[in-house]
Every structure is written in C-alpha cells, then in structure tokens.
C-alpha cells in the first residue's frame, strides 16, 4: 500500500516549455488535490476533484490544467512554464466519508521554472 | 484570501523547553487539523479538533479549539529534535469540498 506517489521528485524547465505531474493513490478515495508551497504561504489549491471525470478550481488554477481520466490517477499540467510556477507542489487524496475532509499528501515534485 | 494565520512564523528553542503555536482566523470552522511536515516530505496529519473548547493531548503534544471554533493552539511540552518541521493548521467548513491551510510554523529544536 503505498499511499499518495507522485512523479516526478524534481524537475528543472526553461519558460515556456510543458510538463505534466502525475499523482496517483491506492487507497480508493474519490477526491483529489493539487496545491503549490511557497515559502510563508502555506499551502494553496491549485485545482481539485470530486471524483472521476470531474475537476474543479481552486484559489489558483491559473496557468495549470488537470484530468482525472481514471480514478486512481490526477494530472496536473503546464502548458507554457513561467518562473512565478517555480513551487513545490503536492497532490492529496481523502476519501468520500471523510468527516472532517482529512487528507493524505503524496512526497511532492520540486519544480523550478528558468 | 488568507483565512488562518500561524504564529510565530519561524520558531528555533532548545531541547526541553516548551512552546506554542497559534492559528488564528476571524472565521469560523466546523474543524480544525494540524499537519506536521518534515523536510521533503508532505504534510501528515496529526489530529482533528471538532468542538469548540476541546483539548486533545497526543503525547507531548497539546492540541485546543478555541470556544468559538475560530482560533487554535498547539503546545509541545519539552520538545525534541524529533519535533522539528513545518507545523500547518487547517480548517475546514461544512460544505466545501477544500482545507483552508494556514500560513505555517517553522520549528527548529536544537538538541
């Protein structure tokens, strides 16, 4: 069982260029979360889902685009890289019943914009 | 929109002294969680707090919800190196489908 994976660890880009982050979760839970780390801003949600085939915004959804195609799997990508995405993102999961929207985070990807 | 703020935002003690951390919002929450996170890793969840003015206690560590379900505290009592990290509360509304996280508390325990 090995919880919340994400791929890649790190990854350098020139501006402009594309990319995609894959997060993928073995525990079945039906909502998915993609959020970025800055330094003294805790964390911020990017864009998430309810479930298979659906998505949704977050506080910052622009410059970025997801797909939850499968259930298991959320795709975070950019499509022109700028240094303001230079960030550490995470991607969470939590399950259907949770209370109190208790969530489980993948290890991140390092991503630094040139 | 900042909704949780945290302090102090960086906090360096020695080993066996005691500390708190605040998370304070002017809104309210139906739940609050605190997540500790470690240097290359994601945050992981400590406890949930639900009801106003309760306490939880997870070993050394001291968990409240203030009474009017707006504010919250962490308190480590003789803390460790063990205790270093990013602590991150959050706070969640009936309804959303999202965590509202705080800013963050840098915590370093110098052994």
């Known amino acids: 069982n090995a919880g919340v994976t994400q791929t890649p660890k790190f990854r350098v880009l020139k501006t402009g260029q594309s990319m995609t982050l894959l997060c993928a979760q073995d525990m079945n839970h039906e909502y998915m979360y993609w959020y970025r780390q800055d330094p003294g801003m805790g964390l911020r949600l990017i864009h998430y889902s309810v479930g298979e085939g659906t998505t949704a915004k977050g506080e910052v959804p622009d410059g970025y685009n997801v797909s939850r195609l499968k259930k298991q799997n959320f795709l975070l990508g950019l499509e022109s890289a700028a240094p303001s995405q230079t960030s550490v993102y995470f991607c969470a999961s939590r399950e259907l019943a949770a209370s109190y929207n208790e969530q489980f985070f993948g290890p991140g990807t390092r991503l630094t914009v040139l | 929109t900042q909704l949780l703020e945290q302090s102090p935002q960086f906090l360096s003690i020695q080993e066996g002294e005691n500390l708190t951390v605040y998370c304070n919002s002017s809104?309210?929450?139906?739940?609050l969680q605190w997540y500790r996170q470690e240097p290359g890793e994601g945050p992981v969840l400590l406890v949930t707090v639900v009801t106003g003015g309760e306490v939880k206690k997870l070993k050394r560590l001291t968990f409240q919800f203030g009474d009017a379900r707006k504010d919250s505290s962490l308190h480590i009592t003789a803390a460790q190196p063990g205790d270093t990290g990013l602590y991150l509360c959050?706070?969640?509304?009936?309804?959303?489908?999202?965590?509202?996280f705080g800013t963050g508390t840098r915590l370093t325990v110098i052994p």
């Open positions: 809104s309210v929450f139906s739940s």
């Open positions: 959050a706070g969640f509304q009936t309804g959303a489908n999202n965590l509202f």
